[in-house]
């Protein structure tokens, strides 16, 4: 996105672009293949920023999926993951290490095995699909982690 776009719709939520959030958006969109955490965020952005506060990241990227600049791709232990790929797409999440991998699969796939029952609720628009797992990292791993997930 040009930055005078970006610019604009911040702007319009009566919010200046400043170094720090320029640098939580960048260190969202180098982070992409780790469907980051804010705590993620925060801590990159925090090498740069020294000062910047938890509770500033949160804001930030709670406006950033407010303009549609970036999206929750899903929410896990209680921690939100952001993505910055706008576009349908599915995730798989190990529930060793809480990686999360993109998925691509097509709307006709969903289509087809679409429960009747959902269709009974309304007009779908679209669908996203979250997988639960363990990755071949983990798998691989002789004596695999205690599970993210009950830590
Ligand atoms: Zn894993
Ligand atoms: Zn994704």
Do not use: W
């Not at 992409?32 to 020294?50: F, T």
């Not at 796939?109 to 009747?116: I, K």
Request: proline share 5%.
């Amino acid at each position: 996105m040009k930055m005078s776009v970006l610019e604009e719709k911040l702007r319009q939520k009566n919010l200046k672009i400043t170094p720090q959030r320029l640098e939580i958006l960048r260190a969202v969109q180098r982070h992409q293949c780790d469907h980051p955490s804010a705590e993620l965020i925060y801590q990159a952005v925090k090498k740069r920023y020294p000062a910047v506060s938890l509770a500033t990241v949160y804001k930030t990227l709670e406006t950033l999926v407010q303009i549609g600049e970036i999206r929750v791709a899903i929410v896990s232990g209680g921690k939100t993951r952001y993505d910055t790929r706008m576009e349908q797409h599915h995730h798989f999440l190990c529930s060793y290490c809480g990686g999360v991998q993109d998925i691509e699969m097509k709307m006709d796939c969903l289509e087809t095995y679409c429960p009747e029952s959902l269709a009974g609720k309304g007009t779908i628009h679209r669908g996203e699909v979250i997988f639960h797992g363990i990755c071949h990292t983990c798998e691989n791993k002789k004596n695999p982690p205690c599970p993210s997930i009950c830590s």
